[in-house]
């Protein structure tokens, strides 16, 4: 059993630049999270994008897309802006055969109170667990894609029907 | 879906008073994590020992099983001690049709660097994607019951056999 | 002796919001920091504005001038943003009988990794035990006002002369 | 100005040992705070003792003594044990000009919540602004050696009249 990890920024990589007083996305925090909970899960973390989820392109998705459809392993969690991380999700329902396991945070993971570490540990144990398919971690439950919206009033996820 | 959580100590809630310069156990510290890490997930939390696992007795571990049988929920996380986890998950391989995660730390959550919130986000999310069975989830992997030893020292767990 | 922290805003205070993805300035952090600090030392906090102290006008210096000449308390601590903090220094410099200093944080202190809370040390302690005058505490350092700038390049607050 | 920081102990510095469920003395944590500080201010960290402060011997104090009166600065800070840290500061009295002062940590520097950082904000802005003479800086607030004392059941330090 072997991870891949795919970063593609959000909120739960941004970094903070005094000079411009506004968030850049940074290097991927999955790496320190990883280090920090002792994980020894055999994994590789492979970023290719840094980008709020509002700003990923159809070109972006694709890319995104293509680099699940390649890797040589069967268990993906990739990290994404919340905004439109059920898009994401939706679009990669058609590659077979992978559980791929989409999460991100509410509050960046350089914040001293965060929900990027749990929601990281959600994913890399339910990436995992579960069968092969596409599904959210957030908020401590598992959605399966295509039936999950962010409720942007509670930002809070939550099943659709 | 419902989560039940039994905290039974280890040095997750390991909690330090100057007076006497050395840790006692706290009260149980999941109940921040699931706050921090904004878990909407329906659960409840049910503390009913708060010892260091190398002074769990063997009542103490019928007192566990006999707490995971009775409870209505198909799902159970327990935070345990590390030392003696895997001797806990053994006695309660014998339950059935409930899936049964253990989890603990190796540094206190009351710590700025802790391993205790990723480990709580894993058992969270492999209490509801894996089968019936008792489980560890420790070092970002989901170890069997029976099949998992604590390696004092690296201080990581690893599978047996 | 009793302390006056008259707060204006500033990196120190910024929060995130996720729907805008942009900071502004939040409730001040300095409460929370004397608490944290188990701070017994008798004090006062005075919010007056939530600023980036670039946007600070002529009447929002005016403002703090003001409320630091009409604070009943000797010894002032001011919570304040980076950029501009010299020119304020300065501009206080001609109240009397006060001993006045100036604050900030290069890192939120919403952070894990932030200047905040060492900074607001050195103040609190400098505003007790330096005589009548305006200072600032940055990087360890107590500058007197008029004689001090930020170094924009290296991010880090020295003397003129 | 340069500063010298001497390391003794005390709680600032414990860390947990996991196969003994119980604290010992780590690095000084001082070090790591100036980092984070972003502190500039020119300084050298001198580690003598790694002493729970209830442990501290005549010879220790003797030490402690020593290294002060042979420090070539003017400016010291000692980090210590709170427990004793008023006796060894009455010891130090009779050091002439330099401005000693010590301080620690009600709860360890490794803790997320803990009171060190801005306890060595204190005492480094003590060390450059007060008059030579020895001083406890607790609480944000500044003691003079032999008028102050440890309330135990408060956890605060106080002035004796």
């Known amino acids: ?6 970063t593609t920024g959000g909120t739960i990589d941004k970094i903070y630049f005094d000079a411009k007083s506004n968030y850049e996305i940074g290097e991927p925090m999955v790496t320190s999270i990883l280090e920090e909970g002792l994980a020894t899960v055999p994994h590789v973390v492979q970023p290719i994008l840094r980008k709020d989820s509002l700003e990923l392109t159809d070109d972006d998705r694709q890319l995104i897309y293509d ?3 390649a890797a040589p392993e069967q268990h993906i969690v990739i990290t994404h802006g919340t905004d439109t991380m059920p898009v994401t999700a939706a679009k990669l329902k058609s590659i077979q055969g992978k559980t791929i396991v989409l999460t991100g945070a509410m509050a960046p993971a350089r914040f001293r109170i965060t929900d990027s570490i749990f929601n990281i540990g959600c994913a890399v144990a ?20 295509g039936k999950v919206r962010k409720n942007l009033e509670l930002g809070r996820f939550e099943a659709t029907e």
């Open 67 to 69: 680099t699940v459809a």
């Open 1 to 6: 059993m072997s991870l891949r990890i795919i």
């Open 126 to 145: 339910a990436a995992q667990a579960l069968p092969a398919g596409v599904y959210i971690t957030m908020n401590g439950r598992i959605f399966e894609a």
